[in-house]
């Protein structure tokens, strides 16, 4: 069985199988409740992917989630070792090299075309998440959306809520670039026309979550990637371009005038989101692949494929944005939250050498464009493992005083589907960021540091860990 780079999300399913990692489930599953329950548990256990093959009350419809829930399967879509992600994403975005997909005139996403009146999203097997996501939400819709001045396209997941046969509801933030590019339509006065993608190979999701610059598309990071251009067809409705081999392409156009309430969500907070009104898509075509397998990304509280997936990328590019600035920064870690704490490590002489360096790497990492969500930053020197939250809390056990090691700046950029987001104070939106530093405290109050580390002699640890079998230990 063949791996990287998988060309449709079958392929991809095929290979996990082949590996061991894909259970095909043949009990039948209700939508209400039992697809989310079991991602949630896959996510606690590190577990296998799941295509679920009898969908009640959905019958022919497969249904496949949990494909990236691991860095295991994450290193596969990726062709590298699970150890090797950071850099190897982190070259890539380094050389800048794009390839630009590849227009072919037909593909599988067009074997089925519903168009006009017979479209029924309905019909498609959407899962609920949270007992009270009513009506449920279309979970791993990737979007793509053009700006009408430069016919840039856009990228990247969002929810959509089911909010009739042809009309969704559309989370639609202003700081992301959907949002900046929905701007430039509202001031020519014609609906954003959108296409959005459900189940594609694994590569697609996760060069979606890359955070791209204003102007670059998603789309020539698969093919960077990759080495080879991805392969595309218009979309039906609009000049939109999307993976040929999709399961399900929607088409629709953003109302400029309309909103409704969206809401509630279960957010990767853990808790529900408000209700809000946010504009609504009036769909106009659906075309799918015969014999469909619709795709669901569990995205509540961690550990879920929906922050997995996120947090990878968003910490890659995020190190980018701030080794720039701060060449001495190490390594970055989200401990909770795609960014509400996150973990960060410097070189430790440049903490003893550079006067404020902690300092100004903090506000680096919030002045970065990657940190929209950051708000709490613990950091810590580059001799501890960010990978172990042991070590990190270890660090902040025996190198931090709360009188002297705390910064707090209020009135920051913060992320509104934040449950603690003092909004009172100010209005919604707000933040308070929060700098603990827990580097080791430089001369001359470092002398309890100095006396060094309380462990047994070097050659003592080298011998057993030579001799440990012998001593009768497995
Ligand atoms: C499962 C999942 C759901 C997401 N839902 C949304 C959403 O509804 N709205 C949103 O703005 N971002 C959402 N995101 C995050 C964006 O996809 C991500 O921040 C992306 O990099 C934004 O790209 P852009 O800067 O090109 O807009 C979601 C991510 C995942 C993995
Ligand atoms: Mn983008």
Redesign the pocket.
């Known amino acids: 069985m063949s791996g990287f780079p998988f060309h449709s999300l079958r392929e991809f399913i095929a290979y996990l199988d082949s590996q061991g990692r894909l259970v095909r489930n043949s009990v039948e599953v209700d939508l209400r409740g039992e697809v989310a329950a079991i991602s949630r548990k896959i996510g606690l256990t590190d577990g296998p992917a799941v295509l679920h093959e009898s969908v009640k009350g959905y019958p022919g419809w497969q249904l496949f989630t949990d494909g990236l829930t691991t860095r295991e399967r994450q290193a596969w879509a990726l062709g590298v070792e699970p150890g090797e992600i950071g850099g190897r994403v982190s070259r890539f975005l380094a050389d800048g090299h794009k390839v630009k997909p590849r227009i072919v005139d037909d593909g599988p996403c067009k074997e089925i075309k519903l168009l006009g009146h017979d479209v029924d999203l309905i019909r498609l097997p959407v899962a609920y998440t949270g007992e009270f996501d009513v009506p449920p939400f279309i ?1 791993a819709g990737i979007s793509n959306a053009k700006d009408p001045e430069t016919g840039w396209q ?1 990228t ?4 959509f809520q089911l909010k009739g046969r042809q009309l969704l509801n559309h ?1 639609l ?1 202003p700081f ?3 949002g900046m590019i929905f701007q430039k339509w509202r001031k020519l006065g014609k609906p954003m026309p959108l296409s959005i993608v459900v189940g594609t190979d694994p590569l697609y999701y996760l060069a ?2 890359l ?2 610059p204003p102007q670059v598309d ?1 789309q020539d990071y698969w093919g960077a990637l990759t080495g080879e251009p991805l392969e595309v067809v218009r979309s039906e409705t609009n000049d939109i371009l999307v993976p040929a081999t999709a399961e399900i392409v929607i088409e629709g156009e953003v109302d400029l005038e309309e909103r409704r309430l969206e809401g509630p969500y279960s957010e990767f907070t853990g808790y529900y989101s408000g209700v809000r009104y946010f504009p609504v898509i009036r769909v106009k075509a659906v075309t799918m692949r015969r014999d469909c397998i619709y795709q669901n ?1 569990y ?1 509540a509280q961690e550990p879920a494929e ?1 922050g997995n ?2 947090y990878l990328m968003t910490e890659i590019e995020l190190h980018r944005q701030v080794k720039a600035i701060i060449p001495e920064l190490r390594a970055i870690r989200i401990l909770s939250c795609w960014g509400l704490v996150l973990a960060v490590s410097i070189d430790k002489q440049a903490v003893r050498q550079k006067a404020g360096i902690v300092k100004k790497l903090f506000m680096a990492i919030k002045s970065a464009p990657a940190s929209q969500f950051v708000k709490t930053v613990i950091v810590v020197d580059d001799d501890i493992d960010l990978r172990n939250v042991q070590h990190i809390l270890w660090a902040m056990g025996t190198k931090f005083q709360g009188s002297k090691d705390i910064t707090v700046i209020d009135g920051a950029p913060g992320c509104i589907l934040d449950p603690s987001e003092p909004w009172i104070q100010r209005g919604v939106g707000y933040t308070s960021i929060t700098l603990l530093d827990c580097t080791e405290k430089p001369p001359p109050y470092d002398e309890p540091y100095r006396r060094g580390l309380s462990i047994p002699p070097l050659d003592a640890i080298r011998r057993v860990d030579e001799r440990w079998r012998d001593y009768g230990f497995a």
């Open positions: 979970s856009n990247a997941v969002r929810r989370l933030l992301q670039q959907e979606s979550q955070p791209a998603e990304i995205n929906g997936i996120g």
